[in-house]
């Protein structure tokens, strides 16, 4: 008995511990946010030239959605953490470092994206692709594979042998079965 109690003693002081420590920064030098919060976020790649595309991530808000600003691109909603993409509008400042904020229900995390002095890569080509026409599915039936769409003699001369046998068959076992039940 005093085992159990010296055992919950030990896991309340644990999660009291566990839940009164402070929030660990959301900078750890990969890509994350330079601010405490209670939520992680980070922009990938740190460094993109004019015209890129970033990717925004958001983990551990509590709300299904975070909002995330910066003067160099729209404004981006992550929903139930999932990952957006932004580019970068093809003006941004070469050289210059700017703040993107990731807003979870009120509280407010940033970090920044230095903007390249590189190239902005040119726009993929639109290619239209033609539409296809809906599958019809697989011919069901008969079959098909001798190449016409009726049966041939031999195939319904076959069909009526394997019926005939599966039906004398059954016939047999039944007949079977009634003689064994009938007997003491």
């Not at 990938?44 to 958001?58: D, E, H, K, M, N």
């Not at 070469?94 to 993107?100: R, T």
């Amino acid at each position: 008995m005093r085992a159990i109690r010296t055992a919950s003693a030990a896991l309340l002081a644990t999660a009291a511990v566990a839940l009164s420590a402070p929030a660990a920064p959301a900078d750890d030098g990969t890509g994350t946010g330079r601010d405490i919060t209670s939520f992680g976020f980070s922009v990938t790649p740190r460094t993109v030239a004019p015209g890129g595309t970033v990717t925004l991530t958001s983990e551990g808000c509590e709300v299904p959605s975070v909002t995330v600003t910066s003067g160099i691109f729209d404004t981006v909603t992550l929903t139930e953490g999932r990952p957006g993409r932004a580019t970068v509008d093809i003006d941004a400042k070469a050289g210059a470092e700017y703040e993107i904020a990731f807003d979870c229900k009120g509280e407010r995390g940033t970090t920044t994206l230095t903007v390249d002095h590189g190239t902005a890569p040119p726009p993929a080509p639109v290619t239209p692709h033609p539409p296809r026409p809906p599958h019809k599915g697989v011919k069901a039936g008969f079959g098909g594979s001798t190449g016409s769409d009726a049966l041939g003699t031999a195939e319904l001369a076959a069909g009526a042998v394997l019926i005939a046998a599966a039906a004398a068959a059954a016939v047999a076992l039944t007949r079977r079965r009634g003689r064994a039940g009938g007997r003491p």
